[in-house]
């Protein structure tokens, strides 16, 4: 009788954590929903108030227009080599720091670890980070908006942490053959540590896609515009002539705008997948020892 009341719980439990992960799954995907099938559909289905679970009238006439777009296709490219830079340097640079902090006899090594735990909670604010891109001379850069999110914090105590859990065995016997730590690093370290970095480039690759904030304070020039920030002047202050001209009897400005935020996101829902696999283990791996 027990073994049943118990069963029936976790049956009960079960049922329960299903029905609220569904429910909150249909949050998460109905405004994609919403977004593909206003973006797909008609002028008079896209204007038309009320719930765009698929398109009726499909309409392909908005992506190509929004896919052609040369302010659209400018700002594809700033995002793209801002995200490839910007997470390339992020990954080197954390797992050559989490290197130097995973060895027992880097001095000071427990000042250094409080330091970047601080880091993670304190910040010196918006205007004086923005004082020190102007000094720096960064303004309408590249740099200024891969620089500042470089190194996270988090993202170095997990990979510092998956470091420690690479056998020394296999570092002292690189050494008995001559490799210095730079080699024992790109070779040994790095190459074990694919679920960790995966991870982390995840994070920082959807980082870069999605940020606009710091393009909006640094970047004065509309050729370095990201697509964040487009997305944002289009929606919000419907600065984007170009695209509000595109608009007409044949094409709602509703369409336009849902094309230009489906074509924006696609891709980084693309990306997911590939790497998926290795998210998971990354995440476990790197967290559990301390």
């Known amino acids: 009788m027990k073994k049943r009341k118990i069963f029936r719980k976790e049956s009960i439990f079960d049922i329960a954590i299903i029905i609220i992960l569904v429910f909150f799954s249909c949050l998460v995907i109905y405004p994609f929903l919403h977004v593909a099938s206003v973006s797909l559909s008609s002028p008079a289905e896209a204007s038309r108030p009320g719930l765009h679970l698929y398109p009726k009238e499909i309409d392909l006439t908005s992506i190509k227009k929004v896919i052609v777009a040369p302010e659209l296709l400018n700002a594809y490219k700033n995002t793209l080599l801002r995200t490839v830079l910007g997470t390339i340097l992020s990954v080197l640079v954390t797992g050559m720091g989490a290197y130097a902090i995973s060895k027992n006899g880097l001095p000071c090594k427990k000042f250094i670890m409080s330091v970047i735990v601080f880091a993670m909670f304190f910040s010196g604010g918006l205007i004086p980070e923005y004082l020190l891109i102007r000094n720096l001379r960064l303004m309408n850069t590249i740099w200024s908006m891969v620089l500042p999110s470089l190194v996270w914090g988090l993202n170095m105590i997990i990979m510092r942490n998956f470091f420690m859990a690479i056998p020394e065995s296999l570092e002292e016997s690189a050494k008995l053959d001559g490799a210095n730590d730079l080699t024992i690093f790109a070779r040994i370290y790095m190459p074990l540590s694919k679920p960790v970095i995966a991870t982390i480039a995840m994070w920082m690759a959807v980082h870069h896609w999605n940020a606009y904030m710091d393009n909006l304070l640094y970047i004065n020039?509309?050729?370095?515009?990201?697509?964040?920030?487009?997305?944002?002047?289009?929606?919000?202050?419907?600065?984007?002539?170009?695209?509000?001209?595109?608009?007409?009897?044949?094409?709602?400005?509703?369409?336009?705008?849902?094309?230009t935020i489906l074509v924006t996101i696609v891709p980084i829902i693309m990306v997911y997948p590939f790497i998926q696999k290795h998210f998971i283990k990354g995440v476990m791996l790197g967290a559990v020892k301390g």
């Open 221 to 259: 020039d509309n050729k370095k515009y990201v697509l964040q920030r487009m997305i944002r002047n289009l929606i919000i202050d419907t600065e984007m002539g170009s695209i509000e001209s595109m608009s007409s009897a044949s094409l709602s400005l509703e369409s336009l705008k849902s094309a």
